[in-house]
């Protein structure tokens, strides 16, 4: 071990307290991004985190202001061109912590338990952040960095980041980077240390259908007029073989195969059948034929209905038949799949099979392209490597099921990959009350990315 590397991890194992201590003081500033009134404290969680990096010698530290609210910036660019450039993206604003009275503990007065730190955003993300500040801070203490370093921390994650996209655009060249380390994931348990490498994309749609001009007596006019809700529930169960294949015209055209060692990989995981009947209560699952629950989650594209809406809701009985019908229709997708792409088969599907009775629209809700980083991608090693050194383990490797919109925009608009990671666990109650970091993991994520960037260095 270099012995650069071995004084950057004797720092962090000095001061454990100290990094505690920091991210208490930041857990404490209720910095909920939806809330109006948490405006100074957004304001004063964004100057927390601008000090913190100048602190360490971050440089050109900026809060850059955006249509909402701010991102902190600064870099430390001094390993020369030869060396790659890494941008930190984080997140410092939280979830509501509603409801109250479920809490153990207030949830900005950070509480210390078993090994545990609870309060809002500790987990989600303010720990992962942290771990990264903690980390570069340390190689600073011990050299220079092996790495050009930057640092993009948004405070509008939890809204959906309204503004991160036009923030990226409108600053490309300051961001411009070789590669992303996103640490806004998490560990499958506490002795799993985990990459996910994978994300989802998402489609999300409103499937409109209108037949008569109003609703009508079903005993009056039921069976001569086609009831919007029939058809729209026709249409939608269409949408899926009995095989669990969906049938939209051209969907699975560009859908990238798993590979055999990802398969391989993702059967490590331990998460069969019984796992996530135990974990959703279903009685019995249902997936596309031919691939395992964690395959089908991770790997392959899915269709589902989020919400339907039609006719007579309220209590007792009404005799109607309902002029409209409303589904809300998403879609997971995979590489090499593109919600664009999706919209087009979506409507291709419903032109070929809508009856002439109704007339229907599909509105566009949301999207974003799904996103992976291979497996022996130098970052993905680099990290691996560093895991292995502090766990004693090979890391797992899964595909994440849900999406991170800023990978895809980091992706698109500065062609840069990211790398997943982050060091909390299933349990830790995020946007729940209760929400908590379990420490030890948390301690060993900052030594693992400090070997991440000196293993970057070649």
């Known amino acids: 071990m270099t012995e650069p590397r071995q004084k950057a991890l004797e720092y962090a194992h000095t001061n454990p307290q100290a990094f505690l201590e920091q991210l208490i003081a930041l857990c404490k500033l209720p910095s909920i991004s939806t809330d109006p009134e948490a405006k100074p404290a957004m304001q004063a969680t964004a100057e927390f985190i601008a000090n913190k990096l100048t602190s360490i010698g971050i440089e050109n530290v900026a809060i850059m202001p955006t ?7 600064g870099d430390y660019l001094h390993a020369g061109d030869d060396a790659p450039t890494v941008l930190v993206y984080g997140h410092y604003d939280v979830q509501p912590a509603d409801p109250l009275e479920l809490w153990n503990s207030p949830p900005f007065e950070p509480t210390l338990k078993d090994g545990n730190l609870y309060a809002r955003g500790a987990s989600d993300m303010k720990g992962q952040t942290m771990a990264g500040i903690f980390s570069v801070e340390a190689i600073l203490q011990a050299d220079e960095l092996p790495v ?29 980077c070789d590669l992303c380390l996103n640490p806004d994931a998490g560990m499958l348990g506490a002795d799993k240390p985990t990459i996910p ?95 395992t629950p964690v ?27 309902p002029s409209k019908a409303m589904a809300k229709v998403s879609m997971r ?61 090979k890391p797992l490797y899964y595909r994440v099921g849900g999406s991170i919109p800023v990978v895809a925009q980091i992706e698109t608009i500065l062609g840069a ?15 729940a009350p209760n929400e908590k970091l379990t420490l030890d993991p948390w301690y060993k994520g900052i030594d693992a990315l400090i070997h991440f960037f000196y293993n970057l260095e070649g």
Do not use: C
């Open 148 to 176: 050009n370093i930057k640092f993009m921390i948004e405070g509008e994650e939890e809204i959906g980041s309204p503004s991160l996209d036009a923030f990226i655009a409108e600053n490309a060249d300051l961001l411009k």
């Open 67 to 73: 249509a909402g609210h701010p991102v902190v910036y």
């Open 417 to 431: 990959p990211s790398v997943l990671t982050g060091f909390g666990l299933p349990d830790d109650n995020l946007h």
């Open 333 to 393: 997708l995979v590489p090499n799949q593109h919600p664009n792409e999706v919209e087009k088969q979506l409507k291709q599907y419903m032109t070929e099979n809508a009856r002439r009775g109704i007339t229907w629209e599909v509105v566009k809700h949301a999207g974003g392209p799904p996103s992976i980083t291979p497996l022996d991608s130098d970052a993905v090693k680099a990290l691996a490597k560093g895991m292995e050194a502090v766990w004693g383990k």
């Open 197 to 291: 490498y994978s994300l989802r994309g998402l489609a999300y749609f409103e499937i409109r259908v209108q037949g008569p001009m109003g609703d009508l007596h079903s005993g009056m006019f039921g069976g001569a007029v086609l009831n919007p809700a029939n058809e729209l529930a026709r249409l939608i169960a269409g949408m899926h073989d009995a095989n669990g294949r969906i049938t939209l015209p051209g969907f699975y055209d560009n859908v990238v195969e798993l590979s055999d060692k990802e398969r391989e990989e993702l059967s490590r995981l331990g998460m069969d059948e019984d796992y996530y009947t135990n974990l959703t209560g279903a009685p019995e699952l249902f997936g596309e034929k031919g691939y």
């Open 295 to 321: 395959e089908q989650i991770g790997g392959r594209p899915t269709l589902d209905v989020n919400g339907f809406l039609s006719g007579f809701t309220g209590e007792g009985s009404k005799t109607v038949l």
